[in-house]
């Protein structure tokens, strides 16, 4: 083996590279320190801080080491085994590339640096103080590297004074190792602080078994595995039903090939996907692996790497949109269009496909066949109408499962690593509600119905409303709103004072399904309103609508904006709370949610159904 691979960028190559602070916080050498051990080929990483990272960081791991002579350079600025030249930097494969980062944290620390590679009978120990060479012996050690950092910022006090209190440093550490450990799931971590255990996280098989070792299964349990590769875009992760939600973004977690990123692109790709199912305010657990050629993304924008750019980032964009999008819209057991026509999850090895031969672990979907969908009835929700018979025992839709497999072939790993937990149950999480029995309606807006696994209450007006609104939407792409003439046109009186500006929106009242026309100075003739709401529908919702119009008319530019109308729309329209359902009602309504998209919340966001267990329930009896 070469005793040299790490050699110094060429000044025309380093003056190319993002240049900042690369060293601002302990969390930030840790992460360094870290990305190291990974493109070290590293299986298993530990990390042990003391005041916060202040006292010490030490990263042991038992990658590829170096030689005495590499151990010696890689303490240089500039000296990467990485990357050689400037056409290096249009396609990078590793997480470091810039050389800096050794160099940086040497120079404002006392740093140890011991490493021995697998073919070398002894380790090499370097003693480096504020960046100078101190010290030099062999040692024994297994193979690997381990640094150890301490007295961070010692001769920089104007950055010491920086740091927060040892508690805040020591979460952000944390932060940063939850995220490695997230985007490199094959790997195991540990992380010590001042001597107790902060993570121990084993070897996992997949993104999901990673994110039960962080965030417990709860979380992980309610999370939808989605995927989708398009225009050489790879996407795959897991995304948390629409029924939960959380105050911030922090749970957003977005990796490119393997790089924690913070990306303005995906997050709205994300949050637009999420449109009309979270409340205003109220984020999503989202954990999202793209995939892109190395050269397809540039990772040298940012001095921290945490940013990156795409070169197409439309197609980035609907990519990302499309696959969390699709899985959304059926979130009940049968998986969702993407999931079953595209790759399984997560696709994802722990290492670039080319880096490393091993075969990569995946998750493949495996769904009990679909329940037989309801017949599908071009009719509206009119209440007036035969409800289908359904008086079937109640029985929840499909279970869907994640099996853990080992691609491309399908052996079940259970049978490699027969401690390993195969089977994780991801559904039901919407019940085919047409199935279920009805108990009766609750305060006259919440339909109570025994489902498999204990009572579901179903929000009568969130349910209509989001019906309504798919309505409405599927509508709107086909063409326009459909709308029902009247037989005999009714007038409606407007507010003298708001007479001009009424007038003035007919035209987006027309859009909007209202088949109105101007009749005298303060009055208005409906001819015709929006079919869905069937034929009573009309004046009063038209009334509504003039009253929620806002200053300058409704505002139907842009998709987003004409769904806000819908929304006004779908709402004011749809059954109230408050209004006493016959049986029959309550079976149409819950057909109409079986074969809507999104159903699980209404537009604004809020729950469609809130599910009592049948354990929770026999608890509160002390059963
Ligand atoms: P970069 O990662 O950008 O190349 P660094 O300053 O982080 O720059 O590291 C310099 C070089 O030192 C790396 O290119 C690599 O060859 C070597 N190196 C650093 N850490 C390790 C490690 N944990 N195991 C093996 N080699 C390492
Ligand atoms: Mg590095």
Redesign the pocket.
């Known amino acids: 083996m070469a005793e040299r ?2 050699h110094i960028l060429p000044e025309q190559v380093a003056s190319q590279i993002a240049a900042g602070e690369v060293v601002e916080r302990p969390a930030s050498a840790v992460k ?1 320190l870290i ?3 990974l ?2 080929g590293a299986r298993s990483a530990s990390i042990e801080i003391s005041g916060g990272g202040r006292g010490l960081i030490a990263v042991s ?1 038992d ?4 030689s005495r002579a ?1 151990a010696i350079l ?1 303490l240089r600025r500039h ?4 990357i050689r030249d400037a056409a290096d930097l249009a396609a990078i494969r590793t997480l ?8 940086s944290i040497a120079s404002v620390s006392r740093l140890e640096l011991k ?1 021995r590679r697998p073919e070398d009978l002894t380790g090499i120990h370097l003693s480096v103080v504020g960046g100078e060479l101190a010290a030099e012996r062999e040692c024994a050690m297994a193979a690997g ?1 381990r ?1 150890e950092v301490r007295e961070l910022f010692f001769n920089t006090p104007a950055r010491l004074k920086f740091l927060k209190a040892p508690a805040t440093e020591q979460s952000a550490v944390a932060e940063a190792v939850q995220r490695l450990a997230l985007g490199n799931f094959g790997v195991a971590f540990t992380l010590n602080a001042d001597g107790r255990p902060l993570l121990e996280l084993t070897r996992a098989r997949g993104a999901l078994e990673r994110i039960r070792q962080l965030f417990g299964p709860k979380l992980a349990e309610r999370m939808l595995p989605f995927s989708l590769e398009r225009d050489a875009i790879r996407i795959s992760g897991l995304a948390t039903v629409s029924q939960d939600s959380f105050p911030t973004a922090r749970m957003l977690f977005t990796f490119v090939n393997r790089r924690s990123v913070r990306d303005r692109l995906v997050a709205r790709a994300i949050a637009q996907a999420y449109a009309t199912l979270l409340p205003r305010g109220r984020y999503p657990a989202v954990v999202l692996v793209l995939e892109v050629r190395p050269d397809e993304v540039d990772v040298n924008v940012h001095p921290m790497k945490t940013e990156v750019r795409f070169r197409r980032s439309n197609a980035v964009f609907e990519a990302v949109y499309h696959a969390l999008r699709d899985r959304l819209a059926n979130q009940s057991g049968a998986p969702g269009p993407a999931a079953a026509g595209g790759p399984p999850w997560p696709g994802r090895p722990a290492r670039l496909p080319d880096a490393d031969a091993s075969r990569p672990l995946r998750l493949v979907l495996e769904a009990a066949p679909a329940a037989a969908r309801p017949e599908q009835t071009a009719l509206g929700l009119g209440y007036d109408r035969t409800a289908p018979a359904s008086g079937r025992a109640a029985t929840a839709e499909a279970t869907e499962t994640v099996k853990v497999v080992d691609d491309p072939s399908s052996i079940n790993v259970a049978s490699i690593n027969p401690a390993a937990p195969t089977l994780v149950k991801v559904g039901p999480i919407v019940p085919v509600y047409s199935r279920l029995r009805i108990i009766g309606q609750l305060f006259a807006g919440y339909i109570a119905l025994e489902g498999d696994d204990g009572l579901i209450l179903v929000d009568q007006h969130a349910a209509h409303e989001r019906v309504t609104f798919e309505k409405l939407r599927a509508e709107l792409r086909n063409g326009g709103i459909r709308v029902q003439a009247r037989l005999v046109p009714e007038p409606l009186e407007l507010d003298s004072a708001r007479a001009a500006q009424i007038q003035a929106a007919v035209p987006q009242l027309r859009a909007l399904g209202f088949e109105v026309e101007p009749f005298g100075p303060a009055t208005m003739l409906l001819k015709g309103a929006p079919a869905v709401f069937g034929a009573e529908a009309g004046v009063k919702l038209l009334a509504d609508m003039i009253d929620s119009m806002g200053e300058s008319g409704f505002e139907l530019r842009g998709e987003q904006a004409f769904d806000d109308c819908l929304k006004q729309l779908a709402c004011h329209g749809s059954v109230r709370v408050g209004r006493v359902l016959e049986e029959r009602e309550i079976r149409e309504l819950l057909a109409e949610l079986d074969r809507t998209q999104f159903k699980t919340n209404c537009p604004h966001g809020r729950p469609v159904h809130i599910q009592f267990g049948r354990g929770q329930i026999e608890r509160m009896f002390r059963r």
């Open positions: 691979l790490i360094e990305e190291n051990s493109d070290a791991d990658g590829c080491g170096m590499d890689c000296a990467t085994s990485k470091g590339f810039r050389g800096e980062a050794l160099a490493t590297t640094i």
